[in-house]
């Protein structure tokens, strides 16, 4: 099993910064993608920014050049900076691991932390 527990979230003003922490517990071996997602009401959940464990990374188009995604694999955590934040970005913001294998060698798929609310208002 793997447990993730997300922290960082509040209320920002419009061009304001936020960083997002997700730190993954349990008999964890290896992490493969470590990725954050946002939704609204109404609408899908949708992909924000990713990173392998070899840290590529990707982003969502209206994220790129003021997000920046960062992950301490020693510590099996995941960041996410957000800086010139706008008030389109408010969400729910989850934290996600692909898959990841124990340190039983069992490989556990698609896990998911319990949300924490981002949001950007004067």
């Known amino acids: 099993q793997v447990q993730l527990v997300e922290s960082g979230g509040g209320l920002v003003q419009p061009g304001g910064s936020l960083r997002l922490s997700c730190a993954a517990s349990?008999?964890?071996?290896?992490?493969?993608?470590m990725g954050w997602y946002r939704q609204v009401p109404g609408k899908q959940r949708e992909l924000v920014a990713a990173?392998?464990?070899?840290?590529?990374?990707m982003y969502a188009d209206s994220v790129k050049g003021r997000f920046t995604i960062s992950r301490d694999n020693a510590k099996n955590t995941v960041y996410l900076q957000m800086n010139s934040l706008k008030p389109e970005d408010t969400a729910v913001y989850y934290c996600?691991?692909?898959?990841?294998?124990?340190?039983?060698?069992?490989?556990?798929?698609?896990?998911w932390g319990q949300g924490t609310q981002v949001t950007v208002s004067s």
């Open positions: 990173i392998s464990s070899g840290y590529s990374t």
């Open positions: 349990g008999s964890i071996f290896s992490i493969n993608y």
């Open positions: 996600n691991v692909d898959w990841a294998v124990t340190t039983d060698g069992v490989y556990e798929y698609d896990y």
